[in-house]
Structure formats: C-alpha cells, structure tokens
C-alpha cells in the first residue's frame, strides 16, 4: 500500500515538474489535510491499547463465568430440595407450635384443677386435725 502510495506520489511529482510549476506547496496542503483527518499516533495506539486490555478482561471474565456456571447449577440443583425441606420444616414447627399453645392451655386448666382438689384435701385434713384434736 505504501509503496502504491509511493508511486502515486511519484507520479504526480514528476508530472508537475514537467508542467513547470512548484509541487511542494500543493504537496504539503495534502499532507496537511491528511494529518488534519487523522489521529496523532500516540492516541491511536493509546486507544488499541484500552481497547485491547479491555478485549482480554473481557475474555477472562466470560471464561471464569463459563467456569462457574455448572458449578451455580449445581448448587441451585441442591438448593431446590433443601428449600422445599426447609418450608416442611417450617409447616411442621406451626404445627407443633399450634399443638404446644393447646397443649400448655390443658396443662393451665389442669394444675388449677390440681390447686382445687390440693385446696379441697387441705380442708379435709383441717377439719379431721380439727376433730381429732377435739
């Protein structure tokens, strides 16, 4: 391509110096023009060079997530039947707890059942202390 350009260049040199006229101020105008719709090289290469390193991150992290993905599918596979214990678990937990609040209730009625006839004996014996000692 350069040396296309080259002998373009070269061409048109020796064509306008058979004409007889000047070529380096026409000259220097293109190259002028040229510089002027381009990039100076050191951002051109500072920008490949961004673009490149963002280009390997990107690589890596598709990688690493390929990696992990068996891996998340895996767990989410026991994830599954451990959640769905977990909500068992937890049924039955309301439903032992249902039974405890039933169960602590009897257990209030019957110890006051228990402090009445506790209640109703202690007199008996009050009264039979009473006549025995009469």
Do not use: H, Y
């Not at 100076?40 to 390193?53: H, I, L, Y």
């Not at 257990?107 to 007199?123: M, S």
Request: with cysteine.
């Amino acid at each position: 391509m350069r040396v296309r350009g080259l002998a373009i260049a070269t061409a048109l040199v020796a064509g306008l110096l058979a004409c007889g006229e000047d070529p380096v101020p026409k000259l220097q105008a293109e190259r002028q023009a040229l510089l002027d719709a381009s990039r100076p090289k050191a951002e051109f290469w500072v920008e490949v060079e961004r673009k490149g390193t963002f280009a390997k991150e990107k690589r890596a992290l598709d990688a690493e997530l390929a990696a992990l993905q068996p891996k998340t599918v895996a767990l989410r596979a026991e994830i599954d039947p451990l959640t769905a214990a977990l909500a068992q678990a937890r049924e039955m937990n309301a439903q032992t707890e249902a039974a405890l609040v039933g169960n602590r209730a009897e257990l209030a009625r019957l110890e006051a059942e228990v402090a009445k006839r506790e209640a109703t004996l202690a007199g008996f014996d009050a009264r039979r202390t009473d006549g025995a000692q009469r």
